[in-house]
């Protein structure tokens, strides 16, 4: 093989592979929500929970419906800080996460390993590699991405923050040791609007953390 001729397959090599994975700056990924028996067992209306990730450059915001009370975590990688919302029959409550708080959650993730596994499945049609998350503290989690997908802002979502692509499918674990199943089912690279990551300034009372608690 002449030297220019293995220049010229090598060129294409790499274009096709940077022409496969993709950048992604906006997106809205929605999953839905599996519950172990337990939980659905105890309150049926926890059933057709849902799970929406949203991204924007260094912002992003996950919501979480349980139906019985929503989850919103808005993120900003920039300025390391996280507000979380929560509205439960009405009520509604805000907590501001400092600098140190969201450094304290990055570093519960940052050692995680994620171990390529044989197993390949299509998830919201895009072909998606399973691998096993293995954490600092020796629990692990199953999760399916895509790399054909990249998030610009890796902190979109602190537990992958290592992950060499786009989570499609993962398990949380609860407090009992079950799991949660999150599978999305549809993947949209669309502009999400700057509003969607605003903290709100009225309609919820600010709380910490420990006077959540105590309620």
Same mark, same amino acid.
């Given at each position: 093989?002449?030297?220019?001729?293995?220049?010229?397959?090598?060129?294409?090599?790499?274009?096709?592979?940077?022409?496969?994975?993709?950048?992604?700056?906006?997106?809205?990924?929605?999953?839905?929500?599996?519950?172990?028996?337990?939980?659905?067992?105890?309150?049926?209306?926890?059933?057709?929970?849902?799970?929406?990730?949203?991204?924007? %450059?260094?912002?992003?915001r996950?919501?979480?419906?349980?139906?019985?009370?929503?989850?919103?975590?808005?993120?900003?990688?920039r300025?390391?800080?996280?507000?979380?919302?929560?509205?439960?029959?009405?009520?509604?409550?805000?907590?501001?996460?400092?600098?140190?708080?969201?450094?304290?959650?990055?570093?519960?993730?940052? %050692?995680?390993?994620?171990?390529?596994?044989?197993?390949?499945?299509?998830?919201?049609?895009?072909?998606?590699?399973?691998?096993?998350?293995?954490?600092?503290? %020796?629990?692990?989690?199953?999760?399916?991405?895509?790399?054909?997908?990249?998030?610009?802002?890796?902190?979109?979502?602190?537990?992958?923050?290592?992950?060499?692509?786009?989570?499609?499918?993962?398990?949380?674990?609860?407090?009992t040791?079950?799991?949660?199943?999150?599978?999305?089912?549809?993947?949209?690279?669309?502009?999400?609007?700057?509003?969607?990551?605003?903290?709100?300034?009225? %309609?919820?009372?600010?709380?910490s953390?420990?006077?959540?608690?105590?309620?």
């Amino acid at each position: 093989m002449s030297y220019r001729l293995f220049l010229t397959i090598l060129c294409l090599w790499i274009n096709v592979a940077a022409f496969a994975q993709r950048s992604v700056s906006d997106a809205k990924i929605t999953y839905k929500m599996e519950l172990p028996p337990e939980m659905a067992q105890t309150d049926a209306m926890l059933q057709d929970s849902r799970f929406i990730q949203y991204m924007r %450059g260094h912002m992003s915001r996950i919501d979480i419906n349980f139906n019985i009370v929503n989850y919103t975590y808005l993120i900003n990688a920039r300025d390391e800080t996280m507000t979380t919302l929560i509205d439960q029959h009405g009520a509604k409550y805000l907590i501001r996460g400092n600098k140190d708080q969201f450094e304290k959650d990055l570093k519960q993730y940052e %050692g995680t390993k994620f171990v390529d596994q044989q197993e390949v499945r299509e998830i919201a049609g895009y072909k998606c590699k399973k691998a096993i998350a293995q954490l600092p503290d %020796g629990s692990t989690y199953v999760v399916y991405y895509t790399p054909d997908l990249v998030p610009e802002n890796k902190r979109y979502n602190q537990r992958f923050a290592n992950l060499n692509g786009m989570a499609l499918e993962f398990e949380i674990p609860t407090k009992t040791g079950a799991k949660i199943m999150v599978t999305a089912t549809k993947v949209e690279l669309i502009p999400i609007p700057a509003s969607y990551f605003d903290v709100p300034k009225s %309609g919820y009372k600010e709380v910490s953390q420990q006077e959540l608690r105590n309620m």
